[in-house]
């Protein structure tokens, strides 16, 4: 079994498309990316995620997550603004978080600065365009952002989803690896309904991402644990989700 990747002559559409997810090595991400935006403020992008918070929301009482969240709202398409909401909860049904779900989920807010930073916005010009050409009939986008650090603390592991395999209740997923230190396993597992696993792939490298079709794949990332107990280890991601949503714009709904 192999992994679905970014081949020449296949399109990312069409791989995401066909597969339900696709696996995409740095080089290939950031050069997508770069077709929508600039990423020239990338490396204090990557730094704020020395500045997330503790997620306090924990059912199994771990202390290893730490975390930002906003959302925006988009018109479907590759034009038109994508404008941050409001502060707002993140909810998840217990059908589809069964440790956290089922309730209304306060994070810290990602700050004004990373929220509108050029890298952000270039990955949001990108799914948008990407995730739109999927989907028919959609008139607005919610998409949710989430910044992660899950730590590898002396004599245990983190685990970055600590709910096991699960679909995150929305239509398209983006996971992209923003850092890794001192971090050993971390590695992605893609599931089709019945079980069956489709493809297995390591986020490695600043930039190695999963694409996900949230509607027809489970996903899952294994423990993760410190190379050298000594010293600080964790693995940092941003995910970003889009949900069809409906409404004026700003008043998106889900």
């Not at 988009?74 to 217990?94: F, K, T």
């Not at 010009?125 to 959609?138: D, K, N, P, Q, Y």
């Amino acid at each position: 079994m192999s992994s679905t990747a970014i081949l020449p002559d296949r399109s990312l559409q069409e791989s995401l498309s066909q597969d339900g997810f696709v696996f995409v090595r740095a080089e290939a991400m950031r050069h997508a990316f770069e077709a929508f935006g600039a990423l020239d403020d990338w490396a204090q992008f990557a730094a704020s995620w020395d500045t997330l918070e503790l997620d306090e929301h924990m059912a199994d009482g771990g202390r290893y997550r730490r975390r930002r969240h906003a959302v925006f709202a988009a018109g479907a398409g590759g034009e038109g603004v994508i404008d941050r909401q409001p502060h707002q909860p993140h909810y998840q049904g217990l059908d589809y978080n069964p440790l956290n779900g089922g309730i209304a989920r306060w994070f810290a807010p990602i700050t004004a600065e990373s929220g509108s930073s050029h890298s952000l916005t270039t990955i949001l010009a990108f799914t948008r365009a990407l995730f739109s050409g999927l989907a028919s009939g959609v008139q607005r986008w919610k998409i949710e952002v989430h910044q992660f650090r899950i730590e590898a603390q002396p004599g245990g592991e983190g685990l970055p989803t600590p709910e096991g395999m699960h679909r995150d209740g929305v239509d398209f997923v983006l996971v992209l690896l923003v850092n890794r230190q001192n971090i050993a396993s971390g590695t992605t597992s893609i599931h089709a309904p019945d079980g069956r696993e489709l493809g297995r792939f390591t986020l490695t490298f600043p930039f190695d991402a999963a694409l996900v079709d949230d509607s027809r794949v489970a996903h899952g990332v294994t423990p993760v644990k410190a190379l050298d107990p000594g010293a600080p280890a964790h693995r940092d991601v941003l995910v970003v989700t889009f949900l069809r949503g409906e409404g004026a714009p700003g008043v998106i709904k889900s």
